[in-house]
């Protein structure tokens, strides 16, 4: 495979360039302190989940919770996306989500929650994601005023996301492990607002068609699957996207075991540190090395999305694309190997998720008609979050009767063999623009 030439390289200039569209700055920076609250929810539900039950199979249950309505919402959702203001979708979407994460809040607070609760709010927040994430992806395009600068508004969305993870789960960490997880919960309620408020202030947007009576979901949907069936490239770029959800994103979903049994001995120098230093009190140390690890992931995908915002227009993205298809899972197998807590913060610097995803993401936005955009990207966020949660659940069950290390690792080495397996097979992919 050769290696992609100078002129085709990430370039710093080009990184910003999606924020001279003021409605995409407004999004960009409500998004950003949405999203270190929405981080620190997800950290700290991981942590109250493990905490009540000990259990990684609960851990992928509640992964897998989000997945009954993703099916049947994130199709709608996209339909949805392609006849009506996106803005307003996004908007209920997220004032949707902002009330479930105070619903959660109150009942961790009061003492009164239950993983059943847990359980009946996740099927609760991932309708409202299957609605909100493909009229969000299908928004961007509006919010740039067209696909010149597509790439750096994915590439910088993708950036406020992982910076986000590298700051709501170290936050997240620290307010677990010294106050408890109510008030995480309730963080993540209120940063909501910044994003609502972004959505309020954006002016001069394009006008959708008035939607119409006769228009049938399934033969609008039905559009949309033939022309995905008709592109080979895109069919490619979604298995991508589905194999490495489900074999090697699921790491993630048992950092928490990592935290508590394979790392902590290493990691018990740093708490002893700072529980010594009198800068913190910990009620449960774990959580803190579980929010570090967390972090790290995000630090390395910051770096990541930001490398995808700086392609030049000319840029061959298929091939930075085949070099993410391979780097992430092999990354992967080294922290299922790693018994360093420092090593394994190294490593996970270095995985590459966010690079693979956010460039498939790119390379299919910029193939789709604008009639299609919302259908189509409803077919990827379902595979993306269909997979994901299926490989959370599967990596739970398995981390239980395996060990955590090698379920993250074997998933990894079959991922990394698919990579492999598209490279031959495909290579009119990794010379896609």
Same mark, same amino acid.
Request: glycine share 8%; with cysteine; proline share 5%.
């Given at each position: 495979?050769?290696?992609?030439?100078?002129?085709?390289?990430?370039?710093?200039?080009?990184?910003?360039?999606?924020?001279?569209?003021?409605?995409?700055?407004?999004?960009?920076f409500g998004q950003l302190?949405?999203?270190?609250?929405?981080?620190?929810?997800?950290?700290?539900?991981?942590?109250?989940?493990?905490?009540?039950?000990?259990?990684?199979?609960?851990?992928?249950?509640?992964?897998?919770?989000?997945?009954?309505?993703?099916?049947?919402?994130?199709?709608?959702?996209?339909?949805?996306?392609?006849?009506?203001?996106?803005?307003?979708?996004?908007?209920?979407?997220?004032?949707?989500?902002?009330?479930?994460?105070?619903?959660?809040?109150?009942?961790?607070?009061?003492?009164?929650?239950?993983?059943?609760?847990?359980?009946?709010?996740?099927?609760?927040?991932?309708?409202?994601?299957?609605?909100?994430?493909?009229?969000?992806?299908?928004?961007?395009?509006?919010?740039?005023?067209?696909?010149?600068? /597509?790439?750096? *508004?994915? !590439?910088?969305?993708?950036?406020?996301?992982?910076? =986000?993870? #590298?700051?709501? $789960? &170290?936050? +997240?960490?620290?307010?677990?492990?010294?106050?408890?997880?109510?008030?995480?919960?309730?963080?993540?309620?209120?940063?909501?607002?910044?994003?609502?408020?972004?959505?309020?202030?954006?002016?001069?947007?394009?006008?959708?068609?008035?939607?119409?009576?006769?228009?049938?979901?399934?033969?609008?949907?039905?559009?949309?699957?033939?022309?995905?069936?008709?592109?080979?490239?895109?069919?490619?770029?979604?298995?991508?996207?589905?194999?490495?959800?489900?074999?090697?994103?699921?790491?993630?979903?048992?950092?928490?075991?990592?935290?508590?049994?394979?790392?902590?001995?290493?990691?018990?120098?740093?708490?002893?540190?700072?529980?010594?230093?009198?800068w913190f009190t910990f009620?449960?140390?774990?959580?803190?090395?579980?929010?570090? /690890?967390?972090? *790290?992931? !995000?630090?390395?995908?910051?770096?990541?999305?930001? =490398?995808? #915002?700086?392609? $030049? &227009?000319? +840029?061959?993205?298929?091939?930075?694309?085949?070099?993410?298809?391979?780097?992430?899972?092999?990354?992967?197998?080294?922290v299922a190997l790693s018994?360093?807590?420092?090593?394994?913060?190294?490593?996970?610097?270095?995985?590459?998720?966010?690079?693979?995803?956010?460039?498939?993401?790119?390379?299919?936005?910029?193939?789709?008609?604008?009639?299609?955009?919302?259908?189509?990207?409803?077919?990827?966020?379902?595979?993306?979050?269909?997979?994901?949660?299926?490989?959370?659940?599967?990596?739970?069950?398995?981390?239980?009767?395996?060990?955590?290390?090698?379920?993250?690792?074997?998933?990894?080495?079959?991922?990394?063999?698919?990579?492999?397996?598209?490279?031959?097979?495909?290579?009119?992919?990794?010379?896609?623009?």
């Open positions: 495979m050769s290696r992609p030439n100078p002129a085709q390289r990430p370039h710093p200039a080009a990184t910003f360039r999606a924020l001279r569209h003021r409605n995409f700055r407004l999004f960009f302190v949405s999203l270190v609250g929405t981080w620190m929810q997800t950290i700290a539900q991981q942590w109250l989940v493990y905490r009540l039950t000990g259990s990684a199979t609960m851990l992928g249950l509640v992964s897998l919770a989000g997945l009954i309505p993703l099916v049947p919402m994130s199709l709608w959702g996209g339909s949805l996306a392609d006849r009506f203001a996106k803005r307003r979708i996004v908007l209920v979407a997220q004032t949707v989500m902002m009330l479930l994460a105070f619903v959660l809040a109150a009942l961790t607070w009061t003492g009164t929650v239950e993983v059943w609760h847990v359980l009946v709010l996740a099927v609760a927040l991932g309708a409202a994601n299957a609605v909100d994430i493909p009229a969000r992806q299908a928004f961007i395009v509006e919010m740039v005023e067209g696909k010149q600068d /597509l790439t750096s *508004a994915i !590439g910088l969305n993708s950036t406020i996301f992982n910076a =986000a993870r #590298a700051v709501g $789960p &170290a936050v +997240a960490g620290i307010a677990v492990a010294t106050t408890g997880e109510a008030g995480a919960f309730f963080i993540n309620g209120v940063t909501f607002l910044a994003v609502i408020a972004s959505l309020f202030l954006m002016r001069d947007l394009p006008e959708n068609p008035p939607p119409t009576r006769t228009v049938r979901l399934g033969a609008h949907l039905g559009e949309a699957v033939g022309y995905v069936r008709s592109q080979q490239a895109v069919l490619v770029l979604l298995s991508l996207v589905a194999v490495s959800a489900f074999l090697s994103m699921p790491y993630t979903t048992l950092l928490p075991v990592f935290a508590q049994d394979v790392l902590r001995e290493s990691a018990q120098p740093l708490i002893d540190f700072l529980s010594t230093s009198g009620q449960d140390p774990d959580a803190l090395i579980y929010g570090l /690890l967390m972090a *790290a992931t !995000g630090v390395g995908a910051v770096v990541g999305a930001l =490398a995808v #915002a700086s392609l $030049p &227009a000319n +840029a061959r993205r298929g091939r930075w694309l085949t070099l993410c298809n391979l780097g992430f899972p092999a990354l992967v197998v080294g018994q360093s807590f420092a090593l394994t913060l190294v490593l996970l610097v270095g995985v590459t998720y966010v690079t693979q995803n956010a460039l498939a993401n790119t390379m299919i936005q910029l193939a789709v008609p604008d009639a299609l955009r919302g259908r189509v990207m409803s077919f990827y966020s379902l595979t993306f979050q269909f997979m994901m949660r299926l490989g959370g659940m599967q990596a739970g069950v398995m981390g239980d009767a395996v060990g955590a290390p090698l379920t993250v690792g074997l998933g990894a080495a079959l991922c990394l063999a698919y990579g492999a397996f598209v490279a031959w097979r495909y290579p009119h992919v990794r010379n896609m623009a």
